[in-house]
């Protein structure tokens, strides 16, 4: 309110009814309050001298390059259609947004978010898996500070990554998923205000039913196997029979399979969860002509030599895909199935249910090696 000399109420009479008025200057402009009775003017007068005179002190108690904010402040409000207390308000509510964030570049974050990762355990093909997509989210970005980057820069690495290695719509949602990871780390630790990546938009997946081996192309890469490295039938056998993951089977130890029992013990599995994997007799046939646990390194270069033999084109994990297909044709049972794979029941039933027909299914779990002079490696 603007500074006033008094607050003196003054008798008004308008048509014959009388009334008492107070004249004063408020934010520059004249105005006139009306009472009723002598009193309620009195009273209302007494009450602004006390306002403007507690004001008066706390002004006087300024310095002078206070006042002069205090008008400026007073002065912006004004043009933007707001007052000072609205502005103090909406800043003591978004007081977290001022404050100013480490300089992170993204090469630091990714080097410590690794290593955090490593401390905790994550798995050394989870953190290959980082390694990757962010060894090129650090060779596009370079030093750029990490709290700096936006959507639409993500975006634009996105489309090169696509064009440049020819990424996939999987390879893409599988980066996307990565850089959410890292940007929602930063965030936790408090080098960057909010995660850009959130909002990204993962491309369309076309649904796709997974590849499978035919019966004849079963036999075919156990025979290849068998001819070109007989070693390598347990690798196949497992994968093929037993529908264990590539990585699993590289993490198998001889103690974990047990043939007497006809059971398979995996203790290091993908979910961290251990697995019993119950073993076909046509499985144990050619497990038992394959080399013992665990494998032999050179594991990928060796499968690459009998894949480069077969007459059909090699799919990913058609192993896998082959055992959970013929497995749930033959039981006709998606929970057993599941149980064994380590897959979900609701996956299994999704991808798997009806890819194969009873018929082939029961010829599938009855193919046995041929007569062979080889010499059993795996115990009993």
């Not at 002598?38 to 306002?51: F, G, H, L, P, V």
């Not at 004849?216 to 196997?225: I, P, S």
């Amino acid at each position: 309110m603007g500074a006033t000399k008094s607050f003196t109420p003054k008798r008004w009479k308008v048509n014959g009814k009388a009334s008492w008025v107070i004249d004063f200057t408020e934010n520059g402009k004249r105005t006139r309050k009306k009472f009723l009775a002598k009193t309620a003017a009195e009273d209302w007068a007494k009450d602004q001298m006390r306002i403007r005179e507690l004001y008066g002190k706390g002004w006087i108690n300024l310095d002078d390059k206070s006042r002069i904010a205090v008008v400026e402040g007073y002065i912006r409000s004004k043009d933007g259609g707001y007052t000072l207390s609205e502005a103090l308000d909406f800043f003591e509510a978004n007081r977290s947004l001022h404050t100013r964030l480490p300089k992170q570049t993204i090469h630091e974050a990714v080097d410590e978010f690794i290593a955090d990762k490593r401390r905790i355990g994550l798995r050394t093909t989870s953190i290959n898996g980082y390694n990757y997509t962010f060894g090129r989210l650090k060779d596009h970005f370079g030093p750029k500070q990490i709290s700096s980057i936006t959507l639409k820069q993500i975006n634009q690495w996105l489309d090169q990554m696509r064009l440049k290695f020819q990424w996939s719509a999987t390879s893409q949602i599988c980066a996307i998923t990565r850089v959410r990871v890292l940007f929602s780390w930063c965030v936790n630790n408090g080098y960057c205000r909010e995660n850009p990546a959130t909002r990204i938009e993962k491309p369309k997946l076309e649904y796709r039913p997974p590849g499978i081996l035919t019966v004849d192309q079963t036999r075919e890469l156990l025979a290849t196997t068998q001819e070109i490295d007989s070693a390598m039938l347990t690798y196949i056998a497992l994968g093929v029979f037993a529908g264990v993951r590539p990585q699993e089977i590289l993490l198998l130890e001889s103690i974990n399979l047990k043939l007497d029992r006809k059971i398979l013990e995996i203790t290091k599995a993908k979910t961290r969860r251990r697995r019993i994997v119950h073993l076909s007799d046509n499985c144990i046939s050619w497990l038992r002509l394959g080399q013992g646990l665990p494998c032999e390194s050179g594991t990928w270069r060796r499968l690459k030599k009998i894949r480069d033999k077969l007459s059909f084109k090699w799919q990913h994990d058609i192993m896998r895909h082959s055992f959970c297909s013929y497995h749930v044709a033959y039981h006709r049972n998606t929970a057993m199935t599941a149980l064994e794979a380590g897959h979900t029941e609701t996956i299994l039933f999704k991808h798997y249910r009806e890819l194969v027909s009873e018929e082939d299914a029961k010829e599938f779990w009855d193919i046995l090696p041929v007569k062979s002079d080889q010499q059993t490696t795996l115990a009993a």
